[in-house]
């Protein structure tokens, strides 16, 4: 599958089977992650593989949605701040570094014939106390991960090419 088929095929998916995702499938999933690329090569970023039931429940107190701690695994994106790259104005590089990490694996996991949905509307405060994750450490998104038992049908609605693309300079509408 060519990116822009992956790119295409990707949707939301907010219902799993309880099938177990093959070991393979997740290891594969993880080398996009960390294949990806970071402001100076610092990869700020760290992941988390929740599989145990208890934790999963556990991650549910920031993020309630039944689905989500449905899905077999739910892959959390974290980063290090103190570890990324701050460019002279002070601008910070953590969450898009992480950012770009998250989309890989999402990608390759659709590859894969698996489904993913990107969460960011998750409490930071408790997802950090649910998984021990250290107080210099932010949770940057998460996604459930497995086998759909969804297929979305209905085109995901986007602006169009004419609305978002400048040429030469900014147009004003
Ligand atoms: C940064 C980000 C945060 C998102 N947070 C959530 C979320 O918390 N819960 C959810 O159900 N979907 C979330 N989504 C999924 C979007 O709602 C979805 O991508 C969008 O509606 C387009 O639909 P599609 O992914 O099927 O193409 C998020 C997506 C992004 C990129």
Request: proline fraction near 5%; aromatic fraction near 8%.
């Amino acid at each position: 599958m060519d990116v822009l088929e992956a790119i295409k095929k990707r949707r939301s998916i907010r219902s799993y089977l309880d099938t177990p995702v093959e070991q393979e499938k997740i290891d594969q999933i993880l080398e996009a992650a960390r294949l990806s690329p970071s402001a100076v090569n610092f990869q700020p970023w760290a992941f988390i593989v929740v599989k145990d039931p208890a934790c999963k429940e556990r991650l549910r107190s920031a993020y309630s949605r039944s689905w989500f701690a449905k899905a077999p695994v739910i892959i959390v994106t974290c980063a290090t701040p103190d570890k990324a790259w701050k460019r002279s104005d002070g601008e910070e590089f953590w969450k898009i570094d992480a950012a770009i990490a998250h989309q890989n694996l999402i990608l390759e996991a659709t590859a894969l014939g698996l489904g993913t949905c990107w969460i960011g509307a998750f409490d930071e405060a408790k997802a950090k106390e649910a998984l021990g994750i250290p107080a210099n450490v932010r949770v940057v998104a998460m996604t459930p991960l497995g086998y759909a038992a969804e297929h979305p049908t209905q085109a995901s609605d986007r602006k169009s090419t004419e609305e978002i693309v400048h040429h030469d300079k900014w147009q004003n509408a």
